[in-house]
């Protein structure tokens, strides 16, 4: 009996391709049209940024757990969340969540030794980019990881929160992503995190100069092998 997933979401773009993925690709494990039943709900974006920039994690977490609350109550077996900034709160959320949850990073690290890459790339909003959700999970399977120049940094997480939460993905905004990774592969790195859930949304594989680790997808993959027990 498959489970049901549960998707406490933040931001609407990575939290529709996470959920596009998992109906989509659950058709390889369950039949034509299949997937395992899914719920999602989610706080406005507005009230995760009132606490974010704050830097009021608990805050955050309270905004995750009332979402996990509710999912679980619709019959959600387990949650993921498709936001990586906000797994900055990730444990004090899960402490008040009535069912367990998948993390964003531990997936990407997986993946990324699935496929023998130990120098990462890290792309994703100011605030994931200098936080601990990465460097945390990665130095504990010692895959070294670098980050954009301040000045790198700044101009994504512009791009982040006034293009690509709206759903807006322009052409000068892929070629100044494909020139920072270009960076990042001079600095020795082996591939790069796509570590902001809208990003797959403009940066693809052909456009990359480095192997890409798209978190959004990896998360919402990880689901449904949990979903389905692969």
Known sequence: MTQHIGIVACSAEGAA???RTICVE?????GRHAH????????????YMYYIEKDDWKGVAGLM?????KVAQVGADFAVCP???IHQAFELAVEKSPIPWLHIAKEVAKEANCRDYNHLGILGTRFLMEGPVYPDKLTATDINYKIPEKEDRERINDIIF?????????????NYFSDVIGKLKEKGCDAVVLGCTEIPLLVTPESSPLPVLDSTRLLARAALKKA???
């Open 162 to 174: 006034n293009e690509l939460v709206y759903g807006k993905f322009y052409a000068e905004s892929r």
């Open 83 to 85: 936001d990586n900034t």
């Open 228 to 230: 389905v027990k692969v």
């Open 26 to 30: 659950g058709a390889d494990y369950m």
């Open 17 to 19: 391709l996470c959920y």
């Open 65 to 69: 757990a009332s979402s996990a609350n």
């Open 36 to 47: 395992p039943e899914v719920t999602m709900h989610t706080h406005p974006l507005s009230e």
